[in-house]
């Protein structure tokens, strides 16, 4: 079953409370049955292509449509949001007497608030859409304990939350291979969601082929995340892209560091991270994979220089990042508890709507320093040495 069949429900009645609305503030003006009947093709869209795509509706709607479908969402949520203010500013305008209530109810003030709810969302769909499409990269530079690593930098690169599959635009994986390939990174670490569940077929395999491109000094790794799990884990694509994936296991890049990468949250037969590191040894930086940011401080109670995660977009869609930003202790960017530093990415990609009006679609680099620190002071040892500008790259 599509996930899509879980939020259509709440989609619904989403799309009810505005249509109610926008027929209200349509009342009188000629453009009412224009925008409702507008309005109504728009709500339809979207339950018409998940059945198309999921429930052997093949043909009910042509391509362009089915991807057309995916900005509804966004739309009706910016129409939301721009509605609640407009009804807000005309209560207290009205309240004060500072517009003539004769005004207030014609025809003339009706069009014009109908048009601005209508139309200026429109605007932040398309800047939304945008965002979404170019890529930026996010440097940070940090500093942890050499232990017995016999280098003194190592440049990794972080991204997750590619959801790649049917619809992910074509170019995509190509630019993301060439652009990782252009920044000289030692190490590939990705955090989850890499490609949705059960994928197979010539669009994923030619995917995994592009991905099978990346070159990097120490190699790719990848940790399960949520959407790898529905509809069966891929790892046969894993495989064919050339990625060590590593669930709740341990892979040891001699001289280097060593990597823990974990099973989802979600997942029943998670491991805890004390068992993961009884399998190894302190004697080299320890990196882990763990796609959602949760627990941070038992991470942070353990042996553990660095975790890179992903999963929460940075909420994707304003002001869905309220809500990621109250669900985990964070939601996107960096924070050290102790000695360990913890990076979030707002995601390569994201999921669904191919929209993004909070966080960014990056590729985290992190230019990371083994130091040795006094032993004393190595408990409390790291710090953020800088975080650089993002630069925006144009991905097709």
């Known amino acids: 079953m599509s996930i899509f069949h879980f939020l259509v429900p709440v989609y619904l009645g989403l799309a009810l409370l505005v249509g109610w609305r926008l027929w209200r503030l349509a009342v009188g003006t000629r453009l009412r049955p224009w925008a409702s009947g507008f309005y109504a093709l728009l709500v339809l869209l979207l339950p018409l292509a998940d059945r198309a795509t999921h429930a052997g509706g093949a043909g009910l709607l042509p391509s362009w449509l089915q991807s057309l479908a995916l900005y509804a969402p966004p739309y009706l949520l910016n129409v939301l949001l721009m509605l ?7 209560g207290l305008a009205g309240r004060a007497r ?7 109810a014609s025809p003339a003030v009706a069009r014009c608030r109908l048009a601005a709810v209508l139309g200026l969302p429109l605007g932040i769909v398309a800047w939304g859409a945008d965002a979404y499409s170019h890529l930026t990269i996010s440097p940070y530079a940090i500093a942890v304990p050499r232990r017995q690593a016999t280098v003194a930098q190592v440049r990794l690169a972080v991204a997750s939350d590619f959801h790649l599959g049917s619809r992910t635009r074509p170019g995509f994986v190509e630019a993301f291979v060439n652009q990782v390939n252009g920044l000289g990174v030692d190490l590939l670490l990705l955090p989850g969601d890499v490609v949705e569940g059960g994928r197979r077929g010539a669009v994923a395999e030619a995917q995994a082929t592009l991905l099978a491109g990346l070159r990097t000094r120490y190699g790719v790794f990848a940790a399960l995340g949520n959407h790898e799990g529905y509809g069966g884990v891929p790892r046969a694509f894993f495989q064919r892209a050339g990625i060590v994936l590593l669930a709740d296991s341990v892979a040891t890049i001699p001289g280097v560091c060593r990597l823990v990468g974990r099973r989802d949250g979600h997942g029943p037969r998670r491991q805890s991270l004390a068992a993961l590191l009884s399998q190894t040894d302190a004697s080299l930086p320890i990196f882990v994979l763990d796609h959602r940011p949760v627990d941070l401080a038992l991470t942070a109670a353990e042996d553990v220089d660095l975790q890179v995660s992903g999963h929460t977009h940075h909420g994707q869609l304003f002001p869905l990042n309220l809500i990621t930003g109250w669900l985990y202790d964070l939601s996107w960017g ?13 995601g390569t ?13 990056e590729i985290v680099v992190i230019e990371l320093s083994l130091v040795d620190p006094p032993a004393a002071t190595v408990a409390g040892y790291g710090g953020l040495v800088g975080r650089g500008d993002p630069q925006r790259v144009t991905v097709p």
Do not use: E, K, Y
Request: aromatic fraction near 4%.
């Open 334 to 346: 960096h924070r050290q508890l102790g000695r360990t530093h913890f990076i979030v990415t707002s």
């Open 84 to 90: 609640v203010p407009l009804d807000l500013l005309v």
């Open 349 to 361: 990609q994201g999921w669904g709507p191919p929209v993004r009006t909070v966080g960014r679609s």
């Open 98 to 104: 500072l517009v003539a209530p004769a005004a207030m």
